[in-house]
Nanobody
Framework: QVQLVESGGGLVQAGGSLRLSCAAS????????MGWYRQAPGKQRELVST???????NYADSVKGRFTISRDNAKNTVTLQMNSLKPEDTAVFYC????????????????WGQGTQVTVSS
């Protein structure tokens, strides 16, 4: 089994900052991609940011310049630093891991955290 434990959500005023962290543990052998998705009420889950094992990053246009993703490969952790938060950033944020639990696997499976609420007040 693979467990993803998230932390760092909460309530913040517009313009403020929050830092989300996620730690992967369990039987995962290879972690290729780590990242964050979010889902606002009444909307579909959307990509926020991802980072590969080599450090290549990808950001949604709506968060570029405000959010920064980083990871620690040795600790299997991923962090999302969120600055200049806006009310439209309010959502449940989900940690994502794409990886493999066995060496023979030729594809990544997707693993998700339980979600952490981020609320930005105006």
């Amino acid at each position: 089994q693979v467990q993803l434990v998230e932390s760092g959500g909460g309530l913040v005023q517009a313009g403020g900052s929050l830092r989300l962290s996620c730690a992967a543990s369990g039987s995962i052998l290879i972690i290729n991609t780590m990242g964050w998705y979010r889902q606002a009420p009444g909307k579909q889950r959307e990509l926020v940011s991802t980072i590969t094992s080599s450090g290549s990053t990808n950001y949604a246009d709506s968060v570029k310049g405000r959010f920064t993703i980083s990871r620690d490969n040795a600790k299997n952790t991923v962090t999302l630093q969120m600055n200049s938060l806006k009310p439209e950033d309010t959502a449940v944020f989900y940690c994502y891991v794409g990886g493999r639990t066995a060496a023979w696997m030729t594809y990544d499976r997707s693993y998700w955290g339980q979600g952490t609420q981020v609320t930005v007040s105006s």
